[in-house]
């Protein structure tokens, strides 16, 4: 991709990145409103913050927190409360859920170890120590190493599966708990999106990159779609810039899903681990 | 003042209800819907205000459409309106606050002390019915849910064959038996009571009752969103108790036990006294012997109150006691302990919305009538009182009675 692309690329990253920011900081601004047990209804909200960090470090240095932990895997991540519900929810829940968290990380990840340590520096060290010239930061940054590859497009998949079972229970089976509106269906579709997105991207990366089939094969269904747009006559120079603006779309669409996230259910992938976390150590009676 | 701002006085939600905790339990919801497929006044109403979901998603709206301007607005977020706001108060008041909602959420939400939040938040904005505001008045004024003179507390003792003598504060007495507004109050239940006493009597346990000077324990209050109100009550009881120097109180009413055991020290700090429910009461005494259980002729089945169950957490004391009658045939209805069905008396609902409160109550009996049992025995005077009722209405010939009732019964003469 080339300088200039990069820059624009940048900036819209950081514009939306900021706004995320701003969302996160109203949220924290409104629940420091919210009544803190053991402070009067008026307190300040940095009074409020204060006594929110004491009683936090205090937590963490607690027996609590080995509760907490186990709650937030088990109840919060692993979701067993619905596993013991509904098989079928639990694992189309899980399958988004874990396949987003997982992308998610390895796409931030890549993104970092192209910017940052891509030509990587000969000796030179990570803040902890670590040669950065070592296998995985290798294998993050070189998009077509097979494990890569393979991990990106298997979660996808994953992920697809996933959202099969999801849209089916909303729209074709219609669970009569379930209530759908607008906001329900636009997130759903911005994920789907997403994810068919990265491997469209994928077959244009290929083939404005040239990627060599014995390569490109570790992402079979990029690869497999390569190959049929790759059937249209157009040069090399032309597969780049198309790949530029389907890649700026995708990264586009994720940054609106971020930036959704605060204001919408999107946010309760964040928050309902804390919560049951939070009500499992409180439930124990210890410091949370 | 501007219309608009008029407008929005009557409408301006204050976050400061809410703890940061439920805060952020209304940022968690799931949306996945759970709480409905359990909630014993959505399935008999299907108004989707009702139901949990709906109330946390909407307060949730409201919130931010009211801090976040035009950014939430983006997400469909408005702040509320004399229309919303009026449908809200309506689905946070036909709720029993069972708390079946928190039993089976995915994420632990406490729902029971969010509905009361919200109910606190209503009644400031003067949204809530205005049957709650004769409520409070009626127990500002008599001390008491019914409005009869509190000296007459101890009118359902008029029945017994020997009225006890330490009846009324009787100083010395280790244990005060604080009946409730409604044992004390409504005859249709005033065998509660009468059967507790005389248990009490024949065990040669030494008690008394705070006579007129009972207030109500502030429940109904608390729960109505007028916890305020309720401190006044509070401090009043737990001086007469203190009076008296006794060193247990013991309730038969699963609400009043809640209270004193929950609410009241975060009121009056360390009450200097145990409190205990009366179904932990008499296990206690079955355990110890001083009880002795004969049969007991019928089939029965148990119903576990709300309050004692879910909200303080007793499930097996009033189970022990069934289960040391010898020969018992017990069965447990198809939803019981967490997952039991709210017999439709809980909440204030009844004063909301008696017809709902009664399809409540009617889908329990009939889970009842399903066991065979020809006996509810349950542990909650209002319980007794509203499942009492509802089979009579249903023409259902099943006989409800409380544990201490089954317990006086199984003693024999």
Redesign the interface.
């Known amino acids: 991709m080339g300088h200039e692309r990069l820059i624009v690329f940048w900036i819209a990253h950081l514009a939306l990145l900021s706004l995320f920011g701003l ?1 996160i900081l ?2 924290a ?9 053991g402070l009067p ?2 307190a300040s909200r940095l009074r ?1 913050l204060a006594v ?1 960090i004491g009683r936090m470090l205090k937590g963490i240095f607690s027996r609590g927190i080995i509760t907490f932990i186990v709650a937030l895997v088990l ?1 919060g991540m692993v ?1 067993r ?2 596993f013991r ?1 509904d098989k079928l ?1 639990w694992f189309a829940h899980s399958t988004v859920f874990w396949s987003f968290l997982i992308l998610g990380v390895l796409s931030t990840i890549t993104g970092v170890a192209v910017e940052f340590f891509n030509p990587i520096p000969a000796n030179r060290l990570s803040p902890i120590g670590i040669p950065l010239q070592n296998p995985i930061i290798d294998m993050l940054v070189d998009m077509d190493n097979p494990v890569t590859a393979i991990l990106n497009e298997g979660f996808g998949l994953i992920m697809l599966i996933g959202l099969f079972f999801v849209l089916w229970r909303r729209y074709g089976k219609r ?5 759908t509106k ?3 269906t636009t997130l759903l579709v911005l994920l789907a999106i997403v994810v068919l997105g990265g491997y469209v991207v994928e077959a244009f990366r290929f083939l404005a990159e040239g990627v060599p089939a014995n390569e490109a094969i570790f992402g079979p269904i990029g690869y497999l779609l390569s190959l049929i747009l790759g059937l249209l006559p157009l040069s090399r120079e032309v597969w780049e810039v198309v790949h530029f603006v389907f890649f700026f779309a995708h990264f586009l669409t994720v940054s609106l899903l971020l930036f ?1 996230m605060p ?3 999107f ?2 992938t964040v ?2 681990p ?3 976390a ?3 150590v ?2 124990k009676g210890g410091a949370a | 003042m501007s219309e608009e701002a008029k407008r929005d006085q009557g409408t301006k939600l204050s976050i400061g209800h809410f703890t940061g905790r439920q805060t952020l339990e209304m940022l968690g919801c799931t949306r996945c819907g759970e709480c409905i497929k359990w909630c014993p006044t959505y399935a008999e109403a299907e108004r989707d205000e009702i139901t949990p979901l709906d109330k946390i998603t909407t307060m949730r709206s409201f919130l931010l459409g009211q801090y976040t301007g035009p950014l939430g607005r983006l997400f469909g977020h408005r702040k509320p309106d004399d229309a919303s706001l009026a449908r809200y108060a309506t689905g946070t008041y036909d709720c029993t606050l069972c708390g079946r909602c928190h039993v089976v959420c995915p994420v632990q939400i406490r729902t029971r002390e969010l509905w009361i939040a919200m109910r606190e938040q209503l009644v400031e904005l003067n949204r809530h019915p205005e049957l709650m505001n004769r409520l409070r008045e009626t127990v500002n004024a008599s001390h008491n849910i019914s409005g009869d003179p509190n000296e007459r507390r101890t009118g359902w003792s008029a029945n017994l064959a020997q009225v006890p003598a330490s009846l009324d504060r009787q100083k010395g007495a280790e244990v005060v038996y604080y009946l409730g507004c409604v044992a004390a109050f409504y005859p249709m239940v005033y065998s509660i009571p009468q059967a507790f006493v005389q248990i009490m009597e024949r065990v040669g346990v030494r008690w008394t009752t705070l006579g007129g000077e009972e207030w109500c324990c502030g429940f109904p209050l608390t729960i109505a969103g007028m916890g305020a109100d309720a401190d006044e009550l509070a401090r009043h009881n737990v001086a007469a108790v203190r009076e008296l120097g006794a060193k247990t109180v013991v309730m038969a009413c699963p609400s009043c036990y809640h209270t004193w055991k929950h609410e009241y020290p975060h009121i009056v700090g360390d009450l200097g006294f145990q409190v205990v429910h009366a179904s932990e009461f008499l296990r206690d005494l079955v355990t110890a012997g001083r009880i002795k259980l004969g049969a007991y002729p019928d089939p029965i089945t148990y119903h576990d109150p709300c309050d004692l169950g879910r909200t303080s957490g007793i499930y097996d004391a009033p189970r022990e006691i069934i289960q040391a009658i010898p020969g018992i045939q017990f069965t447990e209805m198809k939803d019981s302990r967490e997952y039991s069905l709210c017999c439709g008396g809980g909440g204030d609902v009844e004063m909301a919305d008696a017809a709902l409160s009664q399809a409540v109550g009617k889908r329990r009996i009939l889970q009842a009538q399903d066991t065979g049992a020809k006996t509810i025995v349950t542990a909650c005077q209002q319980c007794k009182r509203t499942l009492l009722g509802t089979a009579r209405r249903e023409k259902v010939r099943i006989k409800t009675i409380d544990v201490s009732e089954l317990v006086l019964e199984a003693m024999g003469s």
């Open positions: 969302e109203i949220l601004w409104i629940w420091l409103g919210a009544r803190v047990p209804r008026d409020k929110i109840d979701h409360r619905l519900t929810r669970d009569t708990q379930l209530r607008g906001p329900d959704a204001f919408s259910k946010f309760h928050m309902s804390l919560v049951v939070l009500n499992a409180e439930e």
